[in-house]
């Protein structure tokens, strides 16, 4: 398993940016995929954005293409959310998850570690 914290979320203002930053600690994170996801109030848990354990592969939800940008960096074990033009309805609580493969996946029961979640907040 391993153990994912979330941090960086907030209230932003439309246009405006945020970056996402997940701290892994357990089973070796360089080796697994890692992925974002959100949830709206009332909704169910969407994918965002995931990229493969080396970093050579992102894919992205068609709704954040060319406005988020997800990262890694093994030696600090952290996957990063740089999200930026944000619009009200990217609001929601974002969580980070952790493949037990090293393949991208945009599919939620791919992924077997999630952290708590960090709340965005885009407002007009």
């Known amino acids: 398993q391993v153990q994912l914290v979330e941090s960086g979320g907030g209230l932003v203002q439309a246009g405006g940016s945020l970056r996402l930053s997940c701290s892994a600690s357990?089973?070796?994170?360089?080796?697994?995929?890692m992925g974002w996801f959100q949830q709206a109030p009332g909704k169910d848990r969407e994918f965002v954005a995931a990229i493969s354990w080396s970093g050579a592969s992102t894919t992205y939800a068609n709704s954040v293409k060319g406005r988020f940008t997800i990262s890694r960096d093994n030696a600090k074990n952290t996957v990063y959310l740089q999200m930026n033009s944000l619009k009200r309805e990217d609001t929601a609580v974002y969580y980070c998850a952790a493949r037990r493969l090293g393949f991208v996946s945009s599919n939620p029961h791919d992924f077997g570690s999630w952290g708590q979640g960090t709340q965005v907040t885009v407002s007009s």
């Open positions: 357990g089973r070796t994170f360089s080796g697994v995929a």
